[in-house]
């Protein structure tokens, strides 16, 4: 029996859509990077998503929750090693997910007999500005983004464009606005999934099943992030702060801290 | 658990093989040159039980919001003062501090060991390290390293400063050559010259009341006296007159450098003359 190019095509589409199928409702993971540094946020069930991963680095992911797992022990496994031979200093989110976790999420990715790993993660370094901080978005097919004041890692690339998109408009320079900004840009992830067009075809495709999916969510980002409150979810925000004199930058917010910011939504 | 490249991952092997070889072998011109008073040749028997060869002194004392940390800047190889900036009071994480004496490569390295060692557990595990575990841990190499020791290179004294706060009060831990850890109620020094000051902390601590209800500044000031009559009687700890001395506190809010405007006047009036304070 052959294996055609047919086959070959076939069988990457379809990992393809069912790792894209997992993601589509999870949870997006906001960074934005402000003057105080760089705050990366969500809102979550009951498991963390927000990790401290070295001296200057943190990552965020959805996905899975295993998958999340290997991979943040996997980052800091590495980022630990390299720091404790050289230097903390030679310990990079370039070096890190440009030649360490890319190639090995690619490398589980191209395996027929595993399954891809379910995840989009982003990971952030502290630079010495805003506009120096590093923010790398990494798919769970090994390729990955840089990009520059703001992340987003949400269910589709269409949902992150739009989040970014609205951070890009309203790039904040405190950390209340931050907060501010970077909820609104969940809400946003979370609700437009596709562009508004796509959707209304969806809704007229008689033979679209979708009987079984999670309900649809409105396409207003406050209504998400209002709707997500109420069932229980709960912010979950960290900080890589850039003016401490700890050494440890890496800091989860407190209810308090993000509560003014929520309060808008109860 | 996800595979990286050759030779990157798995760093929690690495820490484990590193803790319990004898760890920690600097280069050896390195090793001469920061090995505080060790001579360059020792005959066979000579070594940690007969020979102070710990050339420094470094204080911790109690206050009232913490533990205050002070240690001279001098660095010795054999009878010559190879260095006089020598940072011998260590950070390991936000919340301790460690004072060395003793061989500075191998203590530099048990640093950088233990700053990597706590880090990583507390960011893989998500908790941190116990305050036990943490003791432990520095224990653990220290007697890793007592072969090393007893051959005369490179044996590390450490004193391990900490804030509690379950307690909410400073703690501080020193340690002997073998790695036993013993806690202290008030004060604790390491070093060459800790042994002509040893009597000097009780008559203070008798006369002047206990340290640990002391404001920082009259603790502080007590230290850096106690500092400056170890170097006074001590040849390896260098004086404040020419380097102020490194001070540190650690309390709730975590670790702090005392402020330089601060140690210098309280130097001024203990050794009653303006400090050079070179660089």
């Given at each position: 029996m052959g294996y055609s190019f047919y086959d070959w095509n076939n069988a990457l589409q379809q990992r393809n859509e069912y790792v894209a199928d997992r993601l589509k409702d999870g949870s997006p993971v906001v960074a934005v990077t402000f003057d105080g540094g760089v705050l990366m946020l969500t809102l979550r069930g009951n498991q963390r998503k927000v990790f401290e991963i070295y001296d200057r680095l943190m990552m965020g992911s959805l996905g899975k929750q295993s998958d999340i797992e290997s991979l943040r022990l996997a980052a800091i496994d590495s980022a630990h090693r390299e720091g404790f031979e050289r230097s903390p200093d030679?310990?990079?989110?370039?070096?890190?997910?440009?030649?360490?976790?890319?190639?090995?999420?690619?490398?589980?990715?191209?395996?027929?007999?595993?399954?891809?790993?379910?995840?989009?993660?982003?990971?952030?370094?502290l630079g010495r500005t805003a506009n120096e901080d590093h923010l790398f978005v990494l798919g769970f097919d090994g390729e990955f983004r840089t990009l520059n004041r703001v992340a987003v890692a949400a269910g589709t690339a269409y949902a992150e464009d739009q989040g970014e998109a609205y951070v890009r408009e309203h790039l904040p320079t405190t950390l209340s606005e931050a907060l501010r900004v970077g909820l609104t840009a969940w809400g946003i992830s979370r609700s437009q999934l596709a562009p508004k067009s796509a959707r209304e075809e969806e809704e007229f495709d008689p033979l679209r099943d979708d009987g079984t999916d999670a309900p649809r969510v409105t396409d207003d980002p406050a209504v998400a992030v209002r709707e997500a409150l109420k069932d229980g979810a709960t912010l979950e925000a960290a900080l890589l702060q850039r003016d401490t004199r700890r050494e440890t930058k890496y800091r989860p917010l407190t209810a308090a801290e993000t509560e003014s910011a929520l309060s808008e939504y109860r | 658990m996800l595979e990286l490249s050759s030779g990157r991952g798995n760093f929690a092997a690495l820490l484990s093989s590193r803790a319990s070889a004898t760890p920690f072998d600097g280069p050896a011109a390195h090793r001469e040159v920061f090995a505080g008073s060790v001579r360059p040749v020792l005959s066979p028997g000579e070594g940690l039980a007969t020979d102070?060869?710990?050339?420094?002194?470094?204080?911790?004392?109690?206050?009232?919001?913490?533990?205050?940390?002070?240690?001279?800047?001098?660095?010795?190889?054999?009878?010559?003062?190879?260095?006089?900036?020598?940072?011998?009071?260590?950070?390991?994480?936000?919340?301790?501090?460690?004072?060395?004496?003793?061989?500075?490569?191998?203590?530099?390295?048990?640093?950088?060991?233990?700053?990597?060692?706590?880090?990583?557990?507390?960011?893989?595990?998500?908790?941190?390290?116990?305050?036990?575990?943490?003791?432990?841990?520095?224990?653990?190499?220290?007697?890793?390293?007592?072969?090393?020791?007893?051959?005369?290179?490179?044996?590390?004294?450490?004193?391990?400063?900490?804030?509690?706060?379950?307690?909410?009060?400073?703690?501080?831990?020193?340690?002997?050559?073998?790695?036993?850890?013993?806690?202290?109620?008030?004060?604790?020094?390491?070093?060459?010259?800790?042994?002509?000051?040893?009597?000097?902390?009780?008559?203070?601590?008798?006369?002047?009341?206990?340290?640990?209800?002391?404001?920082?500044?009259?603790?502080?000031?007590?230290?850096?006296?106690?500092?400056?009559?170890?170097a006074d009687l001590d040849a390896a700890t260098g004086?404040?007159?020419?380097?102020?001395?490194?001070?540190?506190?650690?309390?709730?809010?975590?670790?702090?450098?005392?402020?330089?405007?601060?140690?210098?006047?309280?130097?001024?009036?203990?050794?009653?003359?303006?400090?050079?304070?070179?660089?």
């Amino acid at each position: 029996m052959g294996y055609s190019f047919y086959d070959w095509n076939n069988a990457l589409q379809q990992r393809n859509e069912y790792v894209a199928d997992r993601l589509k409702d999870g949870s997006p993971v906001v960074a934005v990077t402000f003057d105080g540094g760089v705050l990366m946020l969500t809102l979550r069930g009951n498991q963390r998503k927000v990790f401290e991963i070295y001296d200057r680095l943190m990552m965020g992911s959805l996905g899975k929750q295993s998958d999340i797992e290997s991979l943040r022990l996997a980052a800091i496994d590495s980022a630990h090693r390299e720091g404790f031979e050289r230097s903390p200093d030679d310990v990079s989110v370039q070096r890190l997910v440009g030649f360490g976790l890319s190639p090995a999420v690619k490398k589980i990715y191209n395996d027929q007999s595993s399954i891809p790993l379910t995840l989009r993660a982003i990971f952030a370094e502290l630079g010495r500005t805003a506009n120096e901080d590093h923010l790398f978005v990494l798919g769970f097919d090994g390729e990955f983004r840089t990009l520059n004041r703001v992340a987003v890692a949400a269910g589709t690339a269409y949902a992150e464009d739009q989040g970014e998109a609205y951070v890009r408009e309203h790039l904040p320079t405190t950390l209340s606005e931050a907060l501010r900004v970077g909820l609104t840009a969940w809400g946003i992830s979370r609700s437009q999934l596709a562009p508004k067009s796509a959707r209304e075809e969806e809704e007229f495709d008689p033979l679209r099943d979708d009987g079984t999916d999670a309900p649809r969510v409105t396409d207003d980002p406050a209504v998400a992030v209002r709707e997500a409150l109420k069932d229980g979810a709960t912010l979950e925000a960290a900080l890589l702060q850039r003016d401490t004199r700890r050494e440890t930058k890496y800091r989860p917010l407190t209810a308090a801290e993000t509560e003014s910011a929520l309060s808008e939504y109860r | 658990m996800l595979e990286l490249s050759s030779g990157r991952g798995n760093f929690a092997a690495l820490l484990s093989s590193r803790a319990s070889a004898t760890p920690f072998d600097g280069p050896a011109a390195h090793r001469e040159v920061f090995a505080g008073s060790v001579r360059p040749v020792l005959s066979p028997g000579e070594g940690l039980a007969t020979d102070p060869i710990h050339g420094t002194t470094v204080i911790a004392v109690k206050y009232r919001d913490g533990v205050i940390n002070v240690g001279d800047r001098r660095a010795t190889g054999g009878f010559a003062i190879m260095y006089d900036k020598a940072e011998k009071v260590l950070s390991l994480d936000d919340y301790t501090l460690m004072a060395i004496s003793g061989s500075f490569s191998k203590a530099m390295e048990i640093v950088r060991y233990l700053r990597h060692a706590f880090r990583y557990y507390e960011r893989s595990q998500l908790q941190a390290m116990s305050l036990d575990g943490k003791l432990s841990e520095l224990g653990k190499v220290i007697a890793n390293n007592a072969m090393a020791a007893m051959q005369g290179i490179g044996i590390v004294i450490p004193v391990l400063s900490t804030f509690d706060r379950e307690a909410n009060e400073g703690r501080i831990f020193f340690y002997d050559g073998g790695g036993a850890r013993f806690e202290t109620a008030e004060f604790g020094a390491a070093g060459s010259g800790s042994t002509q000051i040893r009597g000097a902390f009780e008559y203070i601590a008798r006369t002047k009341g206990p340290f640990r209800e002391m404001d920082r500044d009259t603790a502080l000031r007590e230290a850096l006296t106690l500092l400056e009559i170890a170097a006074d009687l001590d040849a390896a700890t260098g004086g404040a007159g020419k380097v102020l001395p490194l001070a540190k506190t650690i309390t709730a809010d975590g670790i702090a450098d005392v402020e330089e405007t601060t140690l210098r006047s309280i130097v001024r009036d203990i050794i009653g003359q303006e400090p050079l304070a070179v660089g």
